[in-house]
């Protein structure tokens, strides 16, 4: 998926583990990236939260296409910091899957991102390109 995803490789994403439902990822902030305050624009923290959960959901094989996500903001990351989003499938059945990512901030131990997003599971499986 990496390979056609062009946000995530705009975004510098590096993925870190990538495994049946569970995706660690990680990118540093630009200076590109931030909002009129300074700091990470809110956008750029959900599309890494939605790539870690991406790959995670469509781990299985399945085209797995985000339905529902929300988003909670605790703290604020600033140019030059190291974000890590990690996912995991909590919940999955044949039509959907439920996903939580947490994004940690350098090596904070609490998150400062976090998204709970619901997948839906089509039926398409992905095409294996070498």
């Not at 605790?74 to 999955?92: H, T």
Request: charged share 25%; with cysteine; aromatic share 10%.
């Amino acid at each position: 998926m990496m390979k056609a995803d062009f946000c995530s490789q705009w975004m510098g994403i590096e993925p870190l583990k990538i495994e049946e439902g569970e995706c660690h990822l990680q990118m540093k902030v630009r200076k590109e990236m931030l909002n009129g305050f300074g700091i990470l624009h809110g956008g750029i923290a959900f599309s890494l939260a939605d790539s870690a959960l991406a790959f995670a959901s469509n781990s299985y094989g399945r085209v797995s296409p985000l339905i529902n996500g929300n988003m909670v903001y605790s703290k604020s990351a600033k140019e030059g910091d190291v974000l890590r989003a990690e996912a995991k499938v909590f919940a999955i059945s044949h039509k959907k899957a439920d996903i939580d990512v947490d994004i940690y901030c350098n090596n904070e131990a609490e998150p400062f991102y976090r998204m709970r997003g619901t997948v839906y599971r089509s039926s398409k499986e992905h095409q294996i390109e070498d």
